[in-house]
């Protein structure tokens, strides 16, 4: 939230040079605060999990948010009843006219595919465009931010020869940028994936601002030079035991998975692992919404 500081203190000018929003009496007199609306498209197969790790973390905010659910097709999935998405999920065409706050788009498990391949490529890529015009801010995470890059900067997915999953080290840029105020220099992600997403590529092929990246993962975190698209390669909004699970699935499916790094204790799969990324997680999505979405979003989307 902004500080509210009198008129003319000389702070204003150092706070401001660090990106911090300062509000002065002037302003704070004509303040007015809504709800936000954000728009939640879940690409995730369980998407009952996926809307509670998510709306967990988008939890950790003073900020009144008000969430809108919405799938991409009415495809039938075995991992979701059928009647949850009926009573909660919107289609986009109830929603295409309508502006929004923030959107996040999460990943899905089409990582190991191209683009042309996905049965609802199209939709999504009408859906992304339309983003850029009806929101303010867009959070992609994972294949939704390699889907991001394809649409925004014709950034065709690179793709590794084994999977990335596990914990791992990320560095933040030495950066004022809000995004990350308050993480440590060094921090630690989750992540699970077959696409790459190395920071010379990055910055070949975009003009997108890296705040943090590992020597594994590449760039972790990244922005679009107007702040309105942010681009997450992991996944800061698992639980504990997520990784877990999907290392179980793909062993169960005879995939042969490797045990995913720096995760089980002792690299024992016996062994309950530990969260060691919540407090920053929580820390991206409070900023997120406090400074790339409530501190810029309109009062009024209406034309003037």
């Known amino acids: 939230m902004p500080i509210k500081i009198p008129n003319g203190l000389p702070a204003t000018t150092v706070l401001t040079g660090e990106q911090v929003f300062v509000m002065t009496e002037e302003r704070a007199q004509h303040q007015d605060i809504r709800p936000l609306n954000l728009l939640f498209l879940n690409l995730m197969p369980k998407k009952i999990n996926t809307e ?28 979701t009843p059928m009647e949850h998405l009926k009573t909660f999920y919107k289609s986009f065409d109830e929603v295409k006219d309508q502006n929004f706050d923030g959107m996040i788009i999460t990943g899905a498990p089409l990582d190991q595919i ?9 939709r999504l890529e009408s859906i992304i465009k339309w983003s850029d015009e009806h929101v ?39 950066s004022y940028d809000t995004l990350i105020r308050g993480f ?8 699970s994936r077959f696409i790459d997403f190395p920071d010379r590529e990055i910055k070949r092929k975009t003009d997108l601002v890296i705040l ?12 679009s030079p107007d702040r309105r698209q942010v681009y997450v390669t992991g996944h800061p909004e698992y639980d504990a035991g997520t990784l877990a699970d999907e290392y179980r699935r ?11 790094e720096n995760y089980f204790p002792d690299n024992d799969p016996a062994m309950t692992p530990h969260c060691v990324w919540r407090s920053h997680s929580s820390i991206l999505f409070s900023n997120w919404l406090n400074y790339y979405v409530y501190q810029i979003t309109p009062y009024d989307f209406s034309p003037a």
């Open 184 to 191: 440590d220099d060094n921090f630690l992600a989750p992540h």
């Open 114 to 122: 191209s683009f042309a391949e996905v049965n609802y490529w199209e």
């Open 212 to 223: 943090a990246s590992g020597e594994e993962t590449g760039m972790y975190l990244g922005v």
């Open 52 to 79: 509670i790790q998510y709306m967990r973390r988008l939890s950790n905010s003073p900020l009144q948010v008000n969430v809108t659910l919405m799938r991409i097709d009415d495809h039938i999935t075995k991992n």
């Open 136 to 174: 303010t801010s867009t959070l992609f995470s994972c294949w939704g931010a390699a889907a991001g890059l394809k649409v925004f900067y014709d950034m065709d997915m690179i793709c590794r020869t084994h999977k990335l999953s596990g914990i791992y080290t990320e560095h933040t840029a030495h």
């Open 250 to 260: 793909d062993l169960a499916a005879g995939k042969n998975p490797s045990l995913p």
